[in-house]
């Protein structure tokens, strides 16, 4: 799945005539490196992809994003709540419904290997206008006006 994320905003980057820096991390520190390698090269935006270790160290990613100056949007709004600019994500509200649907099927004796594989339909924006403000940035009233969350 992260190949496939990466190859799309690789080709949506392009066509904006941006380019890409792909870094991974597998620990705390591996977090901390990327954000030398940020700062180091002055990249002008962070992507946080749905990793479960970046998903559990979200606060220390939206403490360095902000420390160092970093627009970065999140593939959770958890990450949003604790500092972080932005997220674009599922409807976790829709996810957990489906899960609920499927949960009955299955115990009315649907075989789970019968059931359709569904993805994500419904998304969400969330924005923190507090962190917007920090940054310096000035999120385009469009942009406001869209957003499902704005959190102060």
């Known amino acids: 799945m992260v190949r496939v994320l990466l190859k799309d905003v690789e ?6 005539g941006l380019q890409v820096h792909a870094l991974s991390a597998s620990t705390e520190s591996d977090i901390d490196s990327a954000f030398a390698t940020i700062v180091q ?3 002008g935006a962070l992507l946080v ?3 479960p ?17 970093v627009p970065a949007i999140y593939s ?6 604790v500092a972080g600019l932005m997220s674009y994500a599922s409807s976790q509200t829709d996810v957990h419904r489906q899960i609920g ?3 009955g099927k299955i115990l009315k004796g649907a075989k789970p290997v019968d ?16 962190a917007a403000k920090a ?6 009233q469009s942009i406001l006006l869209r957003a499902n969350e704005l959190i102060e």
């Open 11 to 16: 080709l949506s980057a392009r066509a904006l």
């Open 41 to 43: 090269q002055q990249m």
């Open 49 to 51: 992809g749905a990793d």
């Open 53 to 69: 270790l970046l998903l559990s160290r979200r606060k220390q990613i939206a403490t360095l994003a902000a420390r160092h100056a």
């Open 76 to 81: 959770s709004r958890r990450s949003v709540t």
């Open 101 to 103: 649907i499927y949960t």
């Open 115 to 130: 059931l359709p594989i569904l993805q994500p339909t419904k998304f969400e924006l969330a924005i923190s206008v507090n």
């Open 135 to 140: 940054l310096g940035l000035t999120i385009p």
